[in-house]
């Protein structure tokens, strides 16, 4: 499969697991089949009682929009991630007003007005750890740090870390994010496999682990590592797709937490046995943070399956209803690979 294939899966991939879940967020795996009468399997008006309310369905939430401006950053930065690609994702994302004044964050919303420099008080400055702040804020839009180096699982660490440190420069969110970020580069190789996708995914956790100590908050909370390890052996060992599901949300939590969101993540590309289209549904009907879970899942799945597991009519909905052109951003991507790995070669010799 050709890397544009997956480039262009991964980011649509994000997209629809974003916009499929914003409906099914924040209520339990029965709440939603109460609610929609089953499971969601295809792309809904997000109810008034969402954070995602007056919403057209297609419309993606702040998790993909996120990602875009991210990509779009790092693009106009020369394909180069750094301390300015990264605030400058952050202001750009916050000055488009369908996203940011709907969905912003306390986190996200302090760390604008720091760039700006606009001095805010903390209301919580006194406390030793702001726990809270260990989000899966930070993974949901760092699925870019995979896009732009493919198979490079160290760099995809390295520059996830810089992405992560506008607004959540924490070790376990820093963690976290890490894992999601080497999956997705890992992905986009043509001899990947869940088998070695997972495995980046650990690898990619460890590393950022390491690579972030010193540097930044450290705040309690559970392993994300380890907790990829537990929701990888419930998918394995579930009978099926919904007991994975129900297991995983029940044991690992499907939640706001990173060392939920980033794990839950894992166990359902397992159970799906990386089947594109299942791991969406299964992760949009999990229950709590269903946008984010799916938006990740998509992320990393769409790189490995590519956009022809993606219905068209999907993409096309997407690219209408928030004026995206990602086929374009994938060329975009892909020159920037290209130039990358022409300036590394001539460097060798």
């Given at each position: 499969?050709?890397?544009?294939?997956?480039?262009?899966?991964?980011?649509?991939?994000?997209?629809?697991?974003?916009?499929?879940?914003?409906?099914?967020?924040?209520?339990?795996?029965?709440?939603?089949?109460?609610?929609?009468?089953?499971?969601?399997?295809?792309?809904?008006?997000?109810?008034?009682?969402?954070?995602?309310?007056?919403?057209?369905?297609?419309?993606?939430?702040?998790?993909?929009?996120?990602?875009?401006?991210?990509?779009?950053?790092?693009?106009?930065?020369?394909?180069?991630?750094?301390?300015?690609?990264?605030?400058?994702?952050?202001?750009?994302?916050?000055?488009?007003?369908?996203?940011?004044?709907?969905?912003?964050?306390?986190?996200?919303?302090?760390?604008?007005?720091?760039?700006?420099?606009?001095?805010?008080?903390?209301?919580?400055?006194?406390?030793?750890?702001?726990?809270?702040?260990?989000?899966?804020?930070?993974?949901?839009?760092?699925?870019?740090?995979?896009?732009?180096?493919?198979?490079?699982?160290?760099?995809?660490?390295?520059?996830?870390?810089?992405?992560?440190?506008?607004?959540?420069?924490?070790?376990?969110?820093?963690?976290?994010?890490?894992?999601?970020?080497?999956?997705?580069?890992?992905?986009?190789?043509?001899?990947?496999?869940?088998?070695?996708?997972?495995?980046?995914?650990?690898?990619?956790?460890?590393?950022?682990?390491?690579?972030?100590?010193?540097?930044?908050?450290?705040?309690?909370?559970?392993?994300?590592?380890?907790?990829?390890?537990?929701?990888?052996?419930?998918?394995?060992?579930?009978?099926?797709?919904?007991?994975?599901?129900?297991?995983?949300?029940?044991?690992?939590?499907?939640g706001l937490h990173i060392s939920e969101a980033v794990p839950s993540v894992f166990g359902i590309i397992v159970s799906s046995k990386g089947n594109f289209m299942d791991a969406i549904i299964a992760a949009v009907?999990?229950?709590?943070?269903?946008?984010?879970?799916?938006?990740?899942?998509?992320?990393?799945?769409?790189?490995?399956?590519?956009?022809?597991?993606?219905?068209?009519?999907?993409?096309?909905?997407?690219?209408?209803?928030?004026?995206?052109?990602?086929?374009?951003?994938?060329?975009?991507?892909?020159?920037?690979?290209?130039?990358?790995?022409?300036?590394?070669?001539?460097?060798?010799?």
């Amino acid at each position: 499969m050709e890397l544009k294939a997956k480039i262009l899966g991964s980011l649509f991939g994000a997209a629809l697991g974003d916009t499929m879940g914003a409906p099914t967020e924040l209520r339990t795996k029965e709440l939603i089949k109460q609610k929609f009468g089953g499971e969601v399997r295809n792309i809904l008006t997000p109810p008034d009682d969402t954070f995602a309310r007056g919403s057209d369905a297609g419309m993606v939430t702040d998790d993909f929009s996120l990602i875009y401006y991210t990509v779009r950053a790092i693009l106009d930065n020369g394909g180069i991630i750094d301390e300015s690609s990264a605030n400058q994702a952050i202001l750009n994302w916050a000055g488009d007003e369908r996203y940011y004044n709907k969905y912003v964050g306390p986190t996200t919303r302090a760390a604008v007005e720091r760039i700006k420099g606009i001095v805010g008080e903390n209301p919580y400055s006194f406390i030793c750890c702001d726990n809270a702040k260990a989000s899966n804020g930070s993974a949901m839009k760092i699925s870019p740090a995979g896009l732009f180096h493919p198979g490079n699982i160290g760099k995809a660490v390295h520059d996830a870390i810089t992405i992560c440190r506008p607004t959540h420069n924490n070790n376990l969110s820093i963690e976290g994010a890490c894992a999601i970020a080497a999956a997705v580069s890992e992905s986009l190789k043509k001899e990947s496999t869940i088998y070695t996708i997972i495995q980046a995914g650990l690898e990619g956790a460890r590393m950022g682990a390491e690579q972030c100590k010193g540097t930044c908050a450290v705040l309690a909370g559970p392993s994300v590592e380890k907790r990829i390890k537990l929701a990888v052996r419930i998918g394995l060992t579930a009978n099926s797709l919904d007991e994975a599901t129900t297991e995983i949300a029940d044991v690992v939590g499907s939640g706001l937490h990173i060392s939920e969101a980033v794990p839950s993540v894992f166990g359902i590309i397992v159970s799906s046995k990386g089947n594109f289209m299942d791991a969406i549904i299964a992760a949009v009907n999990i229950g709590s943070d269903t946008d984010t879970i799916a938006s990740m899942t998509g992320a990393v799945l769409g790189g490995f399956c590519g956009i022809d597991a993606i219905p068209a009519s999907y993409c096309e909905l997407i690219e209408k209803v928030n004026h995206f052109n990602l086929y374009s951003m994938a060329d975009e991507i892909l020159e920037c690979i290209s130039k990358d790995k022409g300036e590394s070669h001539n460097e060798k010799d």
